[in-house]
């Protein structure tokens, strides 16, 4: 806070929030009344609220988060008038829909205004949770011991006993954060029983710019570990039976997904892998590609630096292929992909079928894995154009990871 006189003064300036490793300040909005701060803290978009006289009169702020029955949720600041009593904020969950709520500045009480209909669905019939799994590979910031946010979505009726099917779903790359989104897709998963995680691994943004960078370039292969770490765990609480859980990611999620089969392929039953960067040394070591000075920034620049060349020719997964047992992967491209180009999924798979030792021929719903390459000839980096193309390309993917992992009947 600063007069406008001495806005040119640094001197000048007062701190209103210090700054917290943990906690990742993403907005601000005033009212006439009130201070209003979009924050991130435990990986999750909040929101904080204090009364604007306070700041203004530098007094020690008393920041306030409105209560919500949930414990991850996502709320974020819109757009509200400066005369309003009210704070306008969107929120959803993993199992809420989306939400427009007013909350009052002075008292924090919660108003909703509009919910988005899902027909048929009933959110008690479900339970999102978080656990945190302890990585095996410490903190190259600081050193210490690492532990990792892994974000449970099941059924209220599934319980931890070992026997549920389990899909792990990450990331972990561009300082970007997963964040709590009702994904009515997903519901036909839970709804057959299946518990779908996310791992928050490190290379993403919820846990601050130091859990970020503890996953880039020459740190990137906390990614890999900590997904793997963050599979185990899940295994040993019991939310997934050992012989049935399942990987999924796309685009730097595919990368991860590609390495973490390098790394530990016993782990699992079945990959999808959608339009996967698996043969990024190739591609960064190429300057006339128009993304490769925007991916120095993410993972180094292998033509210059021999470190980060030797780096990345360890992860990236055509180039670690192993003649051993895979399981079944299913690699999803487009065409007319100009972020991840066809060519790179499916030199994979065809490295994989002539390297791995995993019985392909036998059919996905005998126990065999096969490997299949899936691509879209008239999309992108996103796949289809058009809702109804999305949703089959979805069934598509899904109905894959439903066969393998025998999860295709709806629980009762």
Same mark, same amino acid.
């Given at each position: 806070? =600063?007069?406008?006189? *001495?806005? @040119? !003064?640094?001197? /000048?300036? &007062?701190?209103?929030? #210090?700054?917290? +490793?943990?906690?990742? %300040?993403?907005?601000?909005?005033?009212?006439?009344?009130?201070?209003?701060?979009?924050?991130?803290?435990?990986?999750?978009?909040?929101?904080?609220?204090?009364?604007?006289?306070?700041?203004?009169?530098?007094?020690?702020?008393?920041?306030?988060?409105?209560?919500?029955?949930?414990?991850?949720?996502?709320?974020?600041?819109?757009?509200?008038?400066?005369?309003?009593?009210?704070?306008?904020?969107?929120?959803?969950?993993?199992?809420?829909?989306?939400?427009?709520?007013?909350?009052?500045?002075?008292?924090?009480?919660?108003?909703?205004?509009?919910?988005?209909? =899902?027909?048929?669905? *009933?959110? @008690? !019939?479900?339970? /999102?949770? &978080?656990?945190?799994? #302890?990585?095996? +590979?410490?903190?190259? %910031?600081?050193?210490?011991?690492?532990?990792?946010?892994?974000?449970?979505?099941?059924?209220?009726?599934?319980?931890?006993?070992?026997?549920?099917?389990?899909?792990?779903?990450?990331?972990?790359?561009?300082?970007?954060?997963?964040?709590?989104?009702?994904?009515?897709?997903?519901?036909?998963?839970?709804?057959?029983?299946?518990?779908?995680?996310?791992?928050?691994?490190?290379?993403?943004?919820?846990?601050?710019?130091?859990?970020?960078?503890?996953?880039?370039?020459?740190?990137?292969?906390?990614?890999?570990?900590?997904?793997?770490?963050?599979?185990?765990?899940?295994?040993?609480?019991?939310? @997934? !039976?050992?012989?049935?859980?399942?990987?999924?990611?796309?685009?730097?999620?595919?990368?991860?997904?590609?390495?973490?089969?390098?790394?530990?392929?016993?782990?699992?039953?079945?990959?999808?892998?959608?339009?996967?960067?698996?043969?990024?040394?190739?591609?960064?070591?190429?300057?006339?590609?128009?993304?490769?000075?925007?991916?120095?920034?993410?993972?180094?620049?292998?033509?210059?630096?021999?470190?980060?060349?030797?780096?990345?020719?360890?992860?990236?997964?055509?180039?670690?292929?192993?003649?051993?047992?895979?399981?079944?992967?299913?690699?999803?491209?487009?065409?007319?992909?100009?972020?991840?180009?066809?060519?790179?999924?499916?030199?994979?798979?065809?490295?994989?079928?002539?390297?791995?030792?995993?019985?392909?021929?036998?059919?996905?719903?005998?126990?065999?894995?096969?490997?299949?390459?899936?691509?879209?000839?008239?999309?992108?980096?996103?796949?289809?154009?058009?809702?109804?193309?999305?949703?089959?390309?979805?069934?598509?993917?899904?109905?894959?990871?439903?066969?393998?992992?025998?999860?295709?009947?709806?629980?009762?």
């Amino acid at each position: 806070v =600063v007069a406008e006189a *001495d806005v @040119a !003064d640094r001197g /000048a300036w &007062r701190t209103v929030v #210090p700054h917290r +490793e943990d906690v990742k %300040v993403d907005g601000v909005m005033v009212t006439l009344t009130h201070a209003a701060l979009a924050v991130r803290r435990e990986t999750t978009p909040r929101v904080v609220v204090t009364e604007l006289d306070a700041v203004l009169a530098g007094q020690a702020a008393h920041w306030r988060e409105p209560a919500f029955d949930e414990e991850l949720y996502a709320c974020h600041l819109s757009a509200t008038a400066a005369e309003s009593p009210f704070l306008r904020l969107a929120y959803t969950s993993w199992i809420t829909p989306a939400r427009v709520l007013d909350v009052s500045a002075a008292t924090g009480e919660v108003h909703l205004r509009r919910e988005t209909e =899902v027909p048929g669905y *009933d959110p @008690a !019939d479900y339970v /999102a949770e &978080r656990v945190w799994a #302890p990585a095996s +590979e410490p903190s190259s %910031v600081t050193g210490e011991d690492v532990r990792i946010p892994v974000t449970v979505i099941r059924r209220r009726d599934v319980k931890p006993d070992g026997t549920a099917p389990c899909v792990v779903y990450g990331y972990g790359s561009y300082e970007m954060s997963m964040d709590p989104v009702l994904g009515v897709a997903r519901l036909s998963l839970l709804d057959r029983g299946v518990v779908f995680a996310v791992a928050h691994v490190r290379g993403g943004g919820e846990l601050g710019r130091r859990w970020y960078e503890d996953g880039k370039k020459l740190a990137k292969r906390h990614s890999f570990t900590d997904f793997v770490d963050a599979t185990r765990h899940l295994v040993d609480l019991g939310w @997934a !039976d050992p012989a049935r859980v399942a990987c999924m990611g796309g685009s730097a999620g595919g990368l991860l997904m590609g390495a973490v089969l390098n790394l530990a392929p016993e782990l699992y039953r079945a990959c999808l892998a959608v339009v996967p960067f698996v043969d990024a040394l190739t591609t960064i070591l190429d300057p006339e590609l128009p993304l490769s000075a925007l991916e120095w920034e993410e993972w180094g620049n292998p033509i210059e630096d021999a470190a980060v060349y030797e780096a990345i020719r360890a992860y990236t997964p055509y180039e670690n292929v192993r003649a051993v047992d895979y399981p079944a992967i299913a690699a999803v491209t487009s065409l007319n992909d100009t972020r991840v180009h066809y060519v790179e999924p499916a030199k994979w798979v065809a490295q994989l079928r002539r390297t791995v030792t995993s019985d392909q021929t036998t059919p996905l719903a005998e126990g065999g894995a096969p490997i299949l390459l899936r691509t879209e000839m008239d999309g992108g980096h996103g796949g289809a154009s058009g809702r109804y193309q999305g949703w089959e390309d979805t069934a598509w993917e899904y109905a894959f990871l439903l066969t393998a992992l025998g999860a295709t009947e709806r629980v009762d």
